[in-house]
């Protein structure tokens, strides 16, 4: 079992910053990968970035490379997404979640966090 408590939402203006968290409980968050979704007002879920159980290995959807990086602690059991030069369009609720293997496709997420509040005004 995996709990996922995301934090670090706000409200920013276009072009800036913010760096999202994503502590987790439990003893087994170095078995998972992890990735960050998101979801607009009237949009399904999509993906956003995932990372690998060790952080070896990072994958990102095409319109956030170059400005999003996902990392991890697995000492401090913590994922981040680093979010800059952001855009109106990345406003969403952010959730992260846990996986058993590192993947774009929601339903293969076994965990869930409540989400995170991202507005970026223009």
């Known amino acids: 079992q995996v709990q996922l408590v995301e934090s670090g939402g706000g409200l920013v203006q276009a072009g800036g910053s913010l760096r999202l968290s994503c502590a987790a409980s439990?003893?087994?968050?170095?078995?998972?990968?992890m990735g960050w979704f998101r979801q607009a007002p009237g949009k399904e879920r999509e993906f956003v970035a995932a990372?690998?159980?060790?952080?070896?290995?990072?994958y990102y959807a095409d319109s956030v490379k170059g400005r999003f990086t996902i990392s991890r602690d697995n000492a401090k059991i913590t994922v981040y997404l680093q979010m800059n030069s952001l855009k109106p369009e990345d406003t969403a609720v952010y959730y992260c979640?846990?996986?058993?293997?590192?993947?774009?496709?929601?339903?293969?997420?076994?965990?869930w966090g409540q989400g995170t509040q991202v507005t970026v005004s223009s």
């Open positions: 979640a846990a996986s058993t293997g590192v993947t774009p496709r929601s339903n293969e997420y076994r965990y």
């Open positions: 439990g003893r087994t968050f170095s078995s998972y990968a």
């Open positions: 990372v690998h159980r060790t952080g070896g290995s990072t």
